[in-house]
């Protein structure tokens, strides 16, 4: 519904835009310091407009090359630090497509709700592979795996990034498990409980 009626919302300001422009050309040039307002509001207006409509993904999405296999629980619970179920509560920073990361990466504040594998506070900031290409108006995501969005609640496997301050999720997709309800939760606390009780390490020589 929301989106329907931000479409809507575009459509007015084009509207009015190409309006504008008709209006010129049947009486002239503009000359008004009103006008000239005028143009900077409705520029500011569609851009806020496109940014909220261009949310989409790009075509072309990053494969990631794994150094283990996330779909083997005691591989993936070995190779993380922190294994934990948290609530995303906010988006709090993102670094865009390009440099080290070719497909970005987005920051997330997490309310850590229980723990299964190391002891978190009560709230930490977590890195997910993957940001908003502003170049081409789409989302760059890494291996596919749609980005955290707020009031998630997450089954998450990361790493400590002890440069940056944050925790990082160790493989696109098996490292961020969304959570389906009470149930689906108590599951997956208890699979990944058994499965640090038998953790192996994939990399070994890793520091």
């Known amino acids: 519904m929301m989106e329907r009626l931000r ?66 629980d005691t591989d993936l619970v070995g190779f993380a630090d922190n294994v934990f179920v948290g609530r995303v509560a906010e988006r709090v920073g993102a670094s865009g497509p390009g440099g080290p990361e070719p497909w970005g990466s987005t920051r997330f504040s997490v309310e850590v709700l229980e723990n299964v594998k190391g002891k978190l506070g009560d709230s930490v900031t977590v890195s997910q592979d993957g940001a908003y290409d502003a170049e081409r ?21 990361t790493r400590r990034d002890e440069e940056q301050g944050w925790h990082q999720i160790v493989t696109p997709g098996y490292g961020d498990v969304r959570i389906k309800g009470e149930g689906h939760r108590e599951e997956l606390v208890r699979r990944f409980e058994r499965a640090r009780k038998n953790q192996t390490d994939p990399t070994p020589g890793r520091h």
């Not at 459509?11 to 835009?17: I, N, P, S």
């Open 137 to 157: 108006g789409c989302l760059m995501l890494a291996e596919d795996n749609p980005l955290l969005r707020p009031g998630q609640e997450v089954m998450f496997f």
């Open 7 to 72: 479409a809507l919302a575009l459509l007015v300001v084009v509207g009015l835009a190409l309006g504008g422009c008709a209006g010129q050309s049947a009486s002239g040039p503009p000359n008004s310091a009103a006008t000239a307002e005028a143009a900077s509001s409705t520029e500011l207006t569609m851009t806020e407009a496109t940014r909220e409509l261009a949310r989409n993904q790009c075509e072309d999405w990053v494969i990631v090359e794994h150094a283990f296999s996330g779909s083997d």
